[in-house]
């Protein structure tokens, strides 16, 4: 009875072979690295810089242990190990001298990281160390409201503006445009105009609600926006400042930043091993300003394009991305708060392009230079810290107002990523930090250790006991503890779920509440072996009798870790996930791999005499009765 | 090795009155601490700024005082952490502030004069520190802040350290306590329903109340010791409610097995022969989880410290209240022999 199917020994196997490998990259420890990213948005780190890094250190006769190229993140990203630290900043010096020959603009950022050596075919599966939280590895976090309320704001100004064109342009009558909190209050003189109004705006403006109202004398319509509509304002801003914030951080060179949504209005930023809260604020308030202008196409601007002579009067230069310059007059056409929105989208013969949509006034400005400026070709330009890149440069090639689209991108990648440069140039709301944390890194370092040597110290003590107690028994259950651990270690590690210093606690805790399975177990048969059962329907009965409790205790404490990990965040998210995965891995490992083991010791033993589970008291046959229960 | 030798049913019931007028009058004395003391609530839940400064010897803490008071006009506490060397110091939002800068004031008001243990050459970089953060945020370049960052890296270890800063806004701080209480009150509600679904009412109401007794004098522990209560202590609280409610099940479980298997027995000697079947398995269990949240309250650090606290005391409640407090609410709101072994009832039903 005490025998296993087959299939259960090999569930066994599998779930051991799942936990060592998936575990194992924990104890690679880390080597030193350069990373190297592109800080330029029309640069991209590549195959050919990925060649070009291995040429320029096999030159210098720099020792590399393996290169990588992740295209995976936000930015892609060059990696090189080294063997120690000393290479490594020999390394990063080169490196920088040879990928940023002009000091003054770099196009990449170099910095020092430390990577896991995990050997690549265990990268290739996916098993990589945990993630640990700042808590334990040092950073900084930064929690930003946004003001959602501004981008409708913002918005409703240019639905205003947008209505005052929309109306004049129809020869549609009206007597002013108030705001009235979220709403648009168009006055007319009779009610004959407004219901010509409202045919009008309903067939131009679909994202409005329309609404009468007023006297009859008097009469209004009142237009707001659709509950769709709103919302789709309200996602786009976040997703723009997010977009905004991932190119800011990308600079900064920090290996694994992480920048997410919390909630509806809120970002969470975290960025490992970063020391200063003050430069990393600047970066990420920084305001980046785009502007348009048009390109200097006289004699002395082309003359002025390969840089032997200066610029005329009233133009610059600029290059576009790393290479081509370009020569731009400096009068600003419309800037970045002028835009509206920028999507890549398809032009009618089906090419890839993008539509930005300006304000009305930029839309006017646009208006007369377009049709003064007939196929002359127009840059748009990036500012950040004060210097300029050209995003782009296409021809005029026809009178346009505040709708435009930009062609002969290539494909849709380059539209993409161009609409994407042009949206993420300025926030689209403005944030506040509410939440900042800074942990140095040796807080981080104390943390890892006095977390791993109170759970080393209680699990030996658990260990000690339970072997002491329970003989045979127990050491099947610290067996069974130690595949517990193993497990949770392995699905942290598979899940990549943020390990902190609450879910340190978590595991210690959680092994501390996995024993008690083995314990009701080991009690259990001990009861029946009480009564007088044979040994072998003992070990039986004790596994089958303890389970429901098993179960039902589990269940308890599984609905506190699910509502913890529903509404807590940061550390507290990361104690309840631990928690949770801990109590799945330790009904597995208790009850399935313990009983396992049980019945490949004892289960093909047919005359088992006793079971070596400690000793069993019996109370005298006077007492017994009562004691039985 | 055995270490429960009992020779007969223990008689908990009969103790169970002084135990729970002991149970009345502390849960009674945390509740009024909570009400007229309060919670010593941490940052997260208050708002404010926390900083933890080493210091390279024991510091100060009345000099650390008097050079906060200099430019701080609230309340502010200074306290070590964990060893001498640390101070933890707590500081309430002020209006004005961005995130950040109070902690920047703060720690160079304290770094203005060397302390003991730090290198010489540290005054120059304390000094430099304090030019940087006068500037405003925009001049804060990469190339204003690398020399300074560059000269704290070479001296890492030697001078007053920083290690760790957390700002928390006000509007996220009394979301964050919505949010706990919502918690907490979620995990009593899915605990209390899914006791309801697996035993019978009376029952289910009183492992609640046993293990709320317990919830609130753990909280309440808290608000008498004025030990600092945080998010994790909170996470504590609530795992351990989940933990021990479990203590009451199984017993629970024992007490329906008896009344099936002893017919005749009283429901006091049903409870009794229950506990005292369960009792040692109780103990070793609750000692196994307790060795280790002991080790973390020993060996965690201070960072550990409250919530290994936490649950180190909730666990010694959860036991408590199990045997003690949950069996006897169960007796008081009149449990029977019918309201558990209705099987049994429906067989004697055909048979007569």
């Known amino acids: 009875m005490n025998r296993y199917a087959l299939w259960k020994y090999l569930v066994i196997v599998a779930a051991l072979v799942f936990g060592v490998l998936y575990t194992v990259p924990n104890f690679y420890g880390e080597a030193p690295a350069v990373q190297i990213a592109s800080i330029k948005a029309t640069v991209h780190a590549d195959t050919s810089l990925l060649s070009q890094v291995e040429l320029s250190l096999q030159r210098a006769g720099i020792a590399q242990l393996g290169t990588t190229l992740d295209t995976i993140g936000q930015n892609p990203t060059v990696r090189v190990r080294f063997a120690d630290t000393d290479t490594q900043s020999r390394a990063r010096d080169l490196l920088d001298r040879e ?15 430390l990577i896991s050596s995990t050997p690549g075919w265990l990268q290739r599966i996916h098993a990589l160390p945990m993630y640990l939280g700042l808590d334990l590895r040092g950073g900084v976090h930064f929690l930003m409201q946004v003001d959602l309320d501004e981008a409708i704001n913002k918005r409703l100004q240019t639905i205003e503006s947008d209505l005052r064109t929309l109306l004049r342009d129809k020869d549609v009558r009206h007597a002013g445009i108030r705001r009235d909190g979220e709403r648009l209050e ?70 694994e930043p992480v920048i997410q949504q919390q909630g509806a209005d809120r970002v969470v930023v975290e960025l490992p091993g970063v020391q200063d809260t003050a430069r990393a604020k600047n970066i990420i308030g920084r305001t980046a300003t785009l502007e348009a202008r ?57 090419q890839a392009a993008v539509a930005v949509e300006l304000n009305e006034s930029a839309g006017r400005i646009m208006r ?40 002969g991108l290539g494909n849709a990648q380059t539209a993409n990523d161009l609409a994407l440069l042009l949206r993420a140039g300025a926030l689209a709301a403005p944030m506040q930090i509410i939440e900042e944390r800074l942990i140095g890194p040796s807080l981080g370092a104390t943390n890892i250790e006095s977390g791993f040597r109170s759970t080393e110290f209680g699990f030996a003590a658990i260990s000690v ?76 009965q004790g596994y089958e009798r303890a389970f429901a409790t098993i179960l039902d205790s589990n269940v308890t404490t599984l609905i506190a870790g699910v509502f913890l990990f529903m509404l807590g965040s940061g550390p507290v998210r990361g104690f309840a996930v631990v928690h949770v995965l801990g109590i799945l891995t330790s009904i597995f490992s208790a009850v399935f791999i313990s009983r396992g083991v049980v019945n490949l010791l004892y289960g093909s033993r047919r005359r088992l005499q006793s079971v070596p589970i400690g000793q069993i008291w019996r109370p005298s046959a006077a007492a017994g009765g009562a004691a039985r229960g | 090795m055995e270490f429960f030798r009992i020779h007969r049913t223990i008689p908990f019931m009969r103790y169970a009155l002084v135990f729970n007028v002991i149970s009345l009058i502390t849960f009674l004395t945390a509740v009024g601490f909570l009400a007229f003391r309060g919670l010593n609530l941490s940052i997260e839940f208050t708002g404010g ?66 302390s003991a243990g730090e290198a010489p050459a540290c005054a120059a970089v304390h000094a430099d520190y304090a030019k940087f953060i006068q500037l405003p945020q925009a001049e804060r370049s990469p190339e204003a802040s690398a020399p300074l960052l560059n000269a704290q890296h070479q001296l890492a270890g030697q001078c007053t350290e920083l290690r760790r800063v957390e700002y928390v806004g006000p509007q996220v701080g009394s979301e964050l306590a919505q949010d706990g209480g919502v918690a907490l009150l979620m995990v009593v509600l899915g605990i209390a329903l899914y006791l309801a679904i697996r035993f019978e009412k009376k029952f289910s109401a009183a492992a609640i109340i046993a293990n709320l007794h317990d919830v609130v004098l753990v909280i309440g522990m808290f608000a008498i010791f004025r030990w600092e209560f945080s998010l994790p202590v909170l996470a504590a609280v609530l795992a351990v409610l989940g933990y021990s409610v479990n203590e009451s099940v199984i017993i629970f479980d024992r007490v329906r097995e008896h009344f099936r298997t002893m017919r005749k027995a009283s429901v006091v000697e049903v409870i009794d022969s229950a506990i005292t ?71 004697r039903a055909v048979l007569q």
């Open chain 1, 186 to 255: 168009i006055r007319f003189r009779d009610s004959a105009s407004r219901t010509q109004a409202h045919g009008v705006i309903h067939d131009a403006m679909s994202d409005l609600v329309l609404q009468d109202g007023g006297t009859e004398a008097d009469p209004l319509l009142i237009a707001a926006l659709t509950p769709a509509a709103r919302t789709a304002v309200q996602d786009n801003a976040l997703k723009q400042n997010i977009t905004t914030l991932k190119n800011r951080i990308n600079e900064l060179g920090v290996a």
């Open chain 1, 368 to 407: 007369q230079v377009t049709r003064e400026n007939l196929k002359k070709p127009m840059a748009v330009v990036l500012f950040e810290r004060g210097r300029g890149e050209v995003l782009t440069v296409a021809t005029i090639q026809s009178e346009f107002g505040s709708r435009f689209q930009i062609t």
């Open chain 1, 99 to 113: 990928l940023n020959p002009d000091r003054t603009d770099p196009a990449y950022i170099i910095a020092p990281n």
């Open chain 2, 49 to 114: 700024t926390v900083m933890e400064v080493a210091f390279r010897a024991p510091a100060n803490l009345e000099g650390i005082r008097s050079a906060i008071g200099a430019t701080e006009k609230g309340e502010f506490q200074v306290q070590s952490f964990g060893s001498a060397n640390d101070v933890l110091i707590r500081l309430p939002a002020r209006a004005g502030f961005t995130s950040g800068q109070q902690a920047e004031q703060v720690f160079s008001a304290l770094t203005a004069v060397p």
């Open chain 1, 465 to 540: 006991f339970m072997i002491l107690y329970y003989v045979v028994f127990g050491a099947v259950s610290v067996l069974a503890l130690a595949i517990n651990l193993m497990l949770l270690v392995a699905l942290l590690s598979l899940l990549q779920a943020t390990l902190t210093l609450p879910g340190i606690a978590a595991i210690a805790f959680t092994l501390g509440m996995a024993i008690d399975a083995n314990v009701l177990i080991n009690e259990r048969i001990r009861e029946e072996l009480r009564k007088g059962t044979a040994p072998q329907q003992a070990i039986a």
């Open chain 2, 277 to 347: 079947a369960t009792i040692s398995r109780t103990i070793i269990t609750h000692g196994a989880t307790l060795t280790m949240t002991v080790t973390m309250l020993l060996f965690g650090g201070p960072a550990l410290h409250n919530f290994a606290l936490a649950l180190t005391l909730g666990i010694l409640f959860g036991v408590y209240s199990s045997v003690f407090v949950a069996a006897a609410i169960a007796k008081y709101l009149g449990v029977k022999r019918s309201d558990l072994v209705r099987p049994v009832k429906d067989e």
């Open chain 1, 294 to 350: 048009l390109v200097d196409v006289s004699a002395d601007g082309l003359a002025a394009v390969n840089g032997t002579v200066p610029p005329p009067f009233g133009s610059e230069r600029f290059t576009i991305g790393r290479g081509t310059p370009v020569v731009l007059k400096k009068d600003v056409i419309f800037s970045g708060q002028q835009l509206q929105g920028a999507q890549a989208t398809f032009d009618e013969r089906q």
